[in-house]
């Protein structure tokens, strides 16, 4: 399942690119780059508390982006962040590990505000999210999740430095579907906040 969604993530960027060397998008310079970051899990079934007693907790992610100018204030941003989790949730009082590992699948659509301050330019950004998890070896119970959807806004500044932008940017995805794979009663949402830092060429 990794692989697949790799390749795929690839070949997008890959076809997004090509498709701008014949039309007017070729006036505009691609970039390409990557992030890591803080994510605070924030898993949530309507406080079902009598199904599910649930502990959110810090975790890390680390990814790729490509990022494709669509005019002088909108691009549209691929990305792939893989992150590692560590929610848990405690069922019939067994406690699990609710998705140690992820693989986000992201395209994202941002605006940099007219306005900007020398070198520094805020912006906004949303989009979808497929949330795939990744089974392999773990010290413990898991959770036994399914890929899902998540809807994701952001705000964060570019900073141009002299080889490279520099882009903090605190980002929000809110969980759309029941990440479990065999779900009952409330529903189980996979949501999280994440602080990244993203670096891109010039």
Known sequence: ????????????????????????????????????????????NSNATDELQIKNALGFRLGVF????????WAIMPKSEL???????????????VDPYNLDMM???????KVNYGKVQPYFVLGPNVRVPIKGDFDGLTYDTKIS?????????????????????LRFSGGLTDIR??????????????LVLNFSSK
């Open 66 to 73: 490509a990022e494709f100018p669509l005019s002088k204030n």
């Open 107 to 113: 395209m994202h659509f941002k605006y940099y505000y």
């Open 181 to 194: 794979k065999n779900p009952s009663g409330k529903m189980l949402r996979g949501s999280n906040a994440a």
């Open 83 to 97: 992150s590692f989790n560590f929610g848990r949730v405690t069922d019939k009082n067994v406690t699990y590990r």
């Open 149 to 169: 959807l998540a809807a994701d806004f952001a705000f964060g500044l570019r900073i141009e430095t002299q080889h490279f932008y520099l882009s903090p940017e």
């Open 1 to 44: 399942m990794i692989r697949i969604c790799s390749m795929s993530f690839v070949l997008f960027v890959s076809g997004l690119s090509s498709a701008q060397t014949g039309d007017s998008l070729s006036t505009f310079k691609s970039t390409y780059g990557f992030n890591f970051g803080l994510n605070q899990s924030a898993l949530y």
